[in-house]
């Protein structure tokens, strides 16, 4: 019974990562089924969060100067085991993984994250070891962010590009070595949401905005496959021809 419930709870936690109350019924729940690592890393990390925490901000820059925070901080880096043996036991011993504060050279087929909320929230990944295991990572975990190390936006060669598309992405499944070119999985999406742009490109007027577009390319992809609702609202794309 517990496992049922607890299985539903984190479909419900997937389909809405924003709900941290829901996050912490689910920690109740994983904590009944054996699992307290996991669930006070959710707790712990909730915490934080809530006190202001941004995504990899040194615990130092958030205030946290009581011994008693730092203990709780200490105590959450003791618990992230959970996270990592749930990261490789949804990757298989395929890529290499890691945490995304890690500062080594981790390289091609690796798979590193962060985490919020005591869940994994943010991949980075090249595009081939992403697209692999996309469905598997977003059945698992309620992931809002993408980076795909081996993509960087082209920025426009054109005299008369206006300023609105001046960083472009490319569909060209052959010639996926240029680091502006996506394969249509995740061209499609980016497409659908992109206003200005032509059938086989998306423009935006900074590269800034071109690899946050991605990422919700990317986020919209996984949670396809995974069979979960947008996390993102439809556009009503004009696909201007501009330039």
Same mark, same amino acid.
């Given at each position: 019974?517990?496992?049922?419930?607890?299985?539903?709870?984190?479909?419900?936690?997937?389909?809405?990562?924003?709900?941290?109350?829901?996050?912490?019924? %689910?920690?109740?729940?994983?904590?009944?089924? +054996?699992?307290?690592?996991?669930?006070?890393?959710?707790?712990?990390?909730?915490?934080?969060?809530?006190?202001?925490?941004?995504?990899?901000?040194?615990?130092?820059?958030?205030?946290?100067?009581?011994?008693?925070?730092?203990?709780?901080?200490?105590?959450?880096?003791?618990?992230?085991?959970?996270?990592?043996?749930?990261?490789? $036991? $949804?990757?298989?011993? +395929?890529?290499?993984? $890691?945490?995304?504060? %890690?500062d080594g050279w981790?390289?091609?087929?690796?798979?590193? %994250?962060?985490?919020?909320?005591?869940?994994?929230?943010?991949?980075?990944?090249?595009?081939?070891?992403?697209? $692999?295991?996309?469905?598997?990572?977003?059945?698992?975990?309620?992931?809002?962010?993408?980076?795909?190390?081996?993509r960087e936006p082209?920025?426009?060669?054109?005299?008369?590009?206006?300023?609105?598309?001046?960083?472009?992405?490319?569909?060209?499944?052959?010639?996926?070595?240029?680091?502006?070119?996506?394969?249509?999985?995740?061209?499609?999406?980016?497409?659908?949401?992109?206003?200005? +742009?032509?059938?086989?490109?998306?423009?935006?007027?900074?590269?800034?905005?071109?690899?946050?577009?991605?990422?919700?390319?990317?986020?919209?992809?996984?949670?396809?496959?995974?069979?979960?609702?947008?996390?993102?609202?439809?556009?009503?794309?004009?696909?201007?021809?501009?330039?």
């Amino acid at each position: 019974m517990v496992a049922t419930d607890t299985a539903g709870l984190l479909r419900g936690v997937l389909e809405n990562p924003a709900d941290l109350g829901l996050r912490l019924v %689910y920690a109740d729940a994983v904590q009944e089924g +054996g699992d307290e690592e996991l669930a006070e890393l959710i707790r712990l990390e909730i915490d934080l969060d809530r006190r202001g925490r941004k995504n990899r901000q040194p615990m130092k820059d958030v205030g946290l100067t009581r011994k008693a925070d730092w203990d709780r901080h200490w105590q959450l880096k003791q618990h992230e085991w959970a996270v990592y043996s749930r990261v490789r $036991a $949804a990757v298989g011993h +395929g890529p290499k993984i $890691a945490d995304l504060e %890690y500062d080594g050279w981790v390289g091609a087929d690796s798979i590193r %994250y962060a985490t919020r909320g005591g869940l994994v929230a943010e991949v980075d990944a090249d595009t081939d070891t992403f697209l $692999a295991h996309a469905a598997t990572l977003f059945n698992v975990f309620p992931i809002t962010a993408v980076h795909l190390a081996d993509r960087e936006p082209m920025e426009s060669v054109f005299e008369n590009q206006p300023a609105s598309c001046k960083w472009i992405w490319v569909w060209n499944e052959r010639a996926l070595d240029d680091p502006s070119s996506l394969p249509g999985a995740l061209f499609r999406p980016l497409w659908v949401a992109s206003q200005r +742009g032509g059938p086989d490109w998306a423009g935006y007027p900074t590269a800034a905005e071109a690899k946050l577009a991605l990422s919700c390319a990317c986020v919209t992809h996984g949670r396809s496959l995974a069979g979960l609702s947008p996390l993102f609202p439809p556009e009503t794309p004009t696909h201007e021809q501009d330039g």
